[in-house]
C-alpha cells in the first residue's frame, strides 16, 4: 500500500514544477496579447480592419461585417468570435462557414508559439492556417445549401462608457482564464505522469494507432493526437512540449503531427460550441479532418522527394 502510495504522490509532485513552467510560459504570451486586443477593440482599430478586409470576405459568401469576428478569433479564444457572432443578425449559412473558419484560425498567436517549441516553424504555421481557413470556406460556400437558414438568438454588444470600465472587465476575464489554465495544464500533467506510473499511456495510444496510418502519422504521435483533439493546444501544450524536449517523440515525427493539429484539433470543446448556437457539427468536423489528412500526405510526400 505504501509504494503504491508513494508512486501516486511522486506522479503529482514530479508534475508540478513541469506544469507551472509551461503556465507560465503560456500566460506570458496571453495575458499581454489580450490585453492589446481589448484596446485595439475598444478604441475601434479592429473594426476598421475588419471594414478593410470585407471584399475579401464577399468573396466566400460572408457579408464584410463577419471580417471582425475572424480577425478576433485569430488573436483570442473562440468565445470571443462567438460573443460577436450573436450580435451581427447573421444567418445559420453563413455562421457555419465563420465557424469552420474560426475553427481553424484561432489563437494563434498563442498556438503557434506552443507549435514553434515543438519543432515546427511558426510562419508556415501562421500561414498555413489562414490560407485553408479562407480555401476550406470557399469550398463550404460552393456546398452548403442555400436552405441552410435559420435565425439565431442577437445579443447586445457589450458597451464600455469609460476605459477604466474595459479594464475592469478585462482583468476579470483574465483573472478566470489564469485560473481555468492552472487547472486544466496542472491536472493534464498529473494525468499524463501517473498513466506513465502505471503504463497505461502505451494501452491508450493503441487505441489510436489506426487513425494514425490512415492521418499519415508515426505511431509516437498516437497519445498527442488524442491530447490536442480533447483538450486542444493550448491546455495540451505542457505534455506536448514535454515530449518533444524529452524526445519521446522525434522534432520530425512532431512537425508531421502539428501540420494536422494547425488544421484539426479540440474537435469535442471547440466543436460543441458552435453546436450550442445552432451549427450542424458535420459541416465543420468533416472538413478539417479531410484538410487536415490532404496537407499531411502532401507535406510527407514534398518530404520523401527532398530526402531523394
Known amino acids: 500500500m505504501n509504494l503504491q502510495n508513494n508512486r501516486f504522490i511522486n506522479s503529482i509532485v ?8 509551461t503556465i507560465v510560459w503560456l500566460l ?5 496579447v489580450s490585453l492589446a486586443v481589448s484596446l485595439l477593440q475598444y478604441w475601434g482599430v479592429i473594426a476598421v480592419i475588419a471594414d478593410f478586409l470585407s471584399p475579401a470576405f464577399s468573396v466566400i459568401g460572408l457579408p464584410g461585417e ?4 475572424f480577425i478576433s478569433s485569430i488573436f483570442l479564444s473562440l468565445y470571443a468570435p462567438i460573443a460577436i457572432i450573436a450580435t451581427l443578425g447573421l444567418d445559420m449559412r453563413e455562421i457555419t462557414i465563420l465557424a469552420l473558419m474560426c475553427l481553424i484560425s484561432h489563437n494563434m498567436i498563442v498556438e503557434t508559439a506552443i507549435q514553434k517549441k515543438t519543432g515546427s516553424s511558426a510562419i508556415i504555421m501562421f500561414v498555413l492556417r489562414i490560407v485553408t481557413s479562407f480555401v476550406s470556406a470557399y469550398i463550404l460556400h460552393l456546398l452548403l445549401p442555400r436552405e441552410t437558414v435559420s435565425h439565431v438568438i442577437i445579443e447586445e454588444t457589450v458597451l464600455f462608457s469609460n476605459l477604466f470600465e474595459m479594464l475592469i472587465f478585462w482583468v476579470k ?9 492552472t487547472i486544466i495544464v496542472s491536472g493534464l500533467m498529473i494525468l499524463q505522469n501517473m498513466l506513465k506510473e502505471y503504463n497505461l499511456l502505451n494501452q491508450i495510444s493503441k487505441i489510436f494507432l489506426p487513425f494514425m496510418k490512415v492521418f499519415g502519422l508515426s505511431p509516437d504521435s498516437s497519445f498527442l493526437w488524442f491530447v490536442s483533439q480533447t483538450l486542444g493546444l493550448t491546455y495540451g501544450s505542457a505534455v506536448m512540449i514535454e515530449s518533444v524536449e524529452k524526445k519521446e517523440i522525434s522534432r520530425e515525427n512532431a512537425n508531421l503531427l502539428n501540420y494536422h493539429i494547425a488544421i484539426n484539433h479540440s474537435m469535442l470543446e471547440d466543436t460543441l460550441l458552435f453546436v450550442a448556437i445552432g451549427v450542424s457539427a458535420g459541416w465543420i468536423m468533416l472538413p478539417r479532418l ?12 514534398i518530404l520523401h522527394y527532398k530526402k531523394k
Open 173 to 181: 476575464s483574465a483573472g478566470w482564464l489564469i485560473f481555468k489554465i
Open 290 to 301: 479531410i484538410i487536415a489528412f490532404v496537407i499531411v500526405w502532401i507535406v510527407r510526400l
Open 14 to 21: 514530479s508534475a508540478l514544477p513541469i506544469a507551472g513552467k
Open 66 to 69: 463577419s471580417a471582425i469576428v
Open 28 to 32: 506570458k504570451i496571453i495575458i499581454p
